[in-house]
């Protein structure tokens, strides 16, 4: 089972990135994905998570209006774009699949800083 995120860049603030996070050794089309953040010296925390069909998503407050996840389940693929960037932003972003068991990315470092 692998989750292997990529992406992460350091970017001015305002600007944009796009994480990925390809799945395989499991039948990622019946999970729930989800991402998380950890910033430095704080707790891990929930990002954003999509439905195994894709249709319904959720966001933290945080991120809701900047932030779009979407998946491609013919690909085994998540995404998380990521526009008008803050520096609160940065952090390491981490993949998940959310089951029974469930999986955790090594997660792909993101930095907003000018």
């Known amino acids: 089972v692998q989750l292997v995120e990529s992406g992460g860049d350091l970017v001015q603030p305002g600007g944009s990135l796009r994480l990925s996070c390809a799945a395989s050794?499991?039948?990622?089309?019946?999970?729930?994905m989800r991402w998380y953040r950890q910033a430095p010296g704080k707790e891990r925390e929930f990002v954003a998570s999509?439905?195994?069909?894709?249709?319904?998503?959720r966001y933290a407050n945080s991120v809701k209006g900047r932030f779009t996840i979407s998946r491609d389940n013919a690909k085994n693929t998540v995404h998380l774009q990521m526009n008008s960037l803050k520096p609160e932003d940065t952090a390491v972003y981490f993949c998940?699949?959310?089951?029974?068991?469930?999986?955790w990315g090594q997660g792909t470092q993101v930095t907003v800083s000018s």
């Open positions: 998940h699949a959310a089951g029974i068991p469930d999986y």
């Open positions: 999509i439905s195994t069909s894709g249709g319904s998503t």
């Open positions: 050794g499991f039948t990622f089309s019946r999970y729930f």
